[in-house]
């Protein structure tokens, strides 16, 4: 079953003249371990089906489920505890709370959904751990370099039972071998079986991914087949 | 690529035979520029013949003859590392090419020829990443060689990108037809990189 799903999902913002369609349409499965990378220009619709994907908005049209689930469906308490229990963001900027350390933030989550602080700070340490920055889990974000905090940021989006990671534009603006020191964690947490969405207009980012979907006016308009065994490259040379 | 020059950096590091040359050299280009053993030995017969390297005149040619670099061969190496290489006249490209000549032709949609070429940069991209992800960084020249041709690729995407969008742009807003204008082609009215 996919992790994510989205059926014929549609966005429109505002009315009458004014209306703008975000999305047209859009079908997008992500089955657990794949990582998906949506590329696009500025104001194709990117972001717009990132936030939907992760219930911060929902479609004018369409349906998607995560887990095989419709959000639909869903309470306002149902859809908080989705996004808590299942689901992490990765945002350009970070988005850490700065009055709390490197550990509190990634523990927050937990917390909030009801773990007890001990047992939650334990999960933050672990999920530091995984990305090597255990001795640094008491500190606040503006002690940490852009690449460390955005490394606290997918150990929030990933600690606990996370099965969706969303990510837009996550390496911001990162330098190029800090980006994939960060892709590379993003494609570890999918080798344990995470389904992640990446949204970018780079082509280097997007090229970590197994499939990448582009997106132009709201539509998905192309996609990239499953690459063939990376030998055949050096063997097509020979 | 300069194997004559690759082949003079490996003879800076002391004397060594053909076919050790063309082992260090594969190994030392992360194994993606392959190299066969007859380029070695005509490259080496004319730096000999140009005083660059001197060779063990009493072996027979053939795998156990050693080359060592001459006082000449090590300032030419060192000249060499410090030129940059003639960027300054664009080459013609076919992809730039195609896209003028698609932005031009009637019941043609350039931007989907503009996404035809994208798509396969970007899974020749995602081959190349694929094998740097299981190199896992430990080969470092390997890692350079993959970056420069994931740089060069993202290069020619970006291009793309930018066409695409500079394209839109003038079907909303169609430029004042200009009379001089007329081929098939845009002309060139400078010749870019002439100043040498």
Redesign the interface.
């Known amino acids: 079953m996919s992790v994510l799903e989205m059926r014929d999902v549609s966005k429109t913002y505002g009315q009458g003249p004014a209306e703008v369609a975000a999305l047209r349409g859009v079908d997008l499965a992500v089955d657990p371990g794949t990582m998906v990378a949506v590329?696009g220009?500025s104001g194709s619709g990117k972001s717009t089906l990132l936030t939907i994907a992760g219930s911060l908005e929902s479609p004018t049209a369409g349906e998607v489920l995560v887990s095989g689930a419709p959000l639909a469906g869903m309470s306002r308490d149902e859809l908080a505890r989705l996004r808590r229990r299942s689901i992490g963001y990765v945002f350009q900027d970070f988005n850490l709370l700065p009055g709390l350390t490197a550990v509190e933030n990634v523990s927050l989550p937990l917390e909030l959904d009801g773990l007890s602080g001990r047992r939650a700070r334990q999960r933050g340490l672990e999920a530091l751990d995984l990305l090597g920055l255990a001795d640094r889990a008491g500190h606040f974000p503006d002690q940490l370099s852009g690449g460390e905090r955005q490394r606290v940021a997918i150990a929030r989006a990933v600690v606990g039972d996370r099965r969706l990671l969303l990510a837009d534009e996550p390496t911001g603006a990162l330098d190029?071998v800090t980006g994939e020191a960060v892709m590379?964690l993003i494609?570890a947490a999918c080798k344990r079986g995470v389904a992640a969405v990446v949204v970018t207009?780079?082509?280097?980012l997007?090229?970590?991914?197994d499939r990448?979907v582009?997106l132009r006016d709201g539509r998905v308009?192309?996609?990239?087949?499953p690459?063939?065994g990376?030998e055949?490259?050096?063997e097509a040379?020979? | 690529m300069s194997v004559r020059h690759a082949l003079l950096a490996l003879l800076a590091e002391g004397p060594k035979y053909g076919l050790q040359l063309r082992e260090e050299f594969v190994e030392r280009t992360g194994?993606?520029?392959?190299l066969n053993v007859g380029q070695v030995y005509t490259t080496l017969q004319r730096l000999e013949r140009d005083g660059l390297v001197e060779s063990d005149d009493a072996a027979d040619p053939g795998p156990q003859k050693g080359f060592r670099i001459t006082e000449g061969g090590e300032q030419e190496l060192t000249g060499w590392l410090r030129t940059p290489p003639d960027l300054a006249a664009p080459p013609r490209d076919e992809l730039v090419i195609k896209i003028l000549v698609a932005a031009r032709m009637p019941g043609v949609d350039v931007h989907d020829v503009i996404?035809v070429h994208?798509?396969y940069?970007?899974?020749?991209?995602?081959?190349?990443?694929?094998?740097k992800?299981?190199e896992d960084g430990t080969d470092l020249s390997f890692a350079l060689v993959v970056?420069a041709e994931?740089?060069r690729?993202?290069s020619v995407?970006?291009w793309l990108?930018s066409a695409?969008?500079r394209l839109r742009r003038a079907s909303v807003e169609p430029a004042p037809a200009r009379a001089t204008n007329t081929g098939p082609l845009p002309k060139m009215r400078r010749r870019v990189g002439g100043r040498r």
């Open positions: 590329m220009p190029s590379r494609l207009h780079d082509a280097q997007a090229s970590w991914a990448v582009f308009i192309d996609h990239t087949s690459p063939p990376p055949s490259l050096l040379e020979r | 194994e993606v520029w392959p996404q994208r798509r940069l970007v899974e020749l991209m995602q081959r190349w990443t694929r094998l992800e299981d970056d994931l740089f690729l993202d995407i970006r990108d695409d969008g």
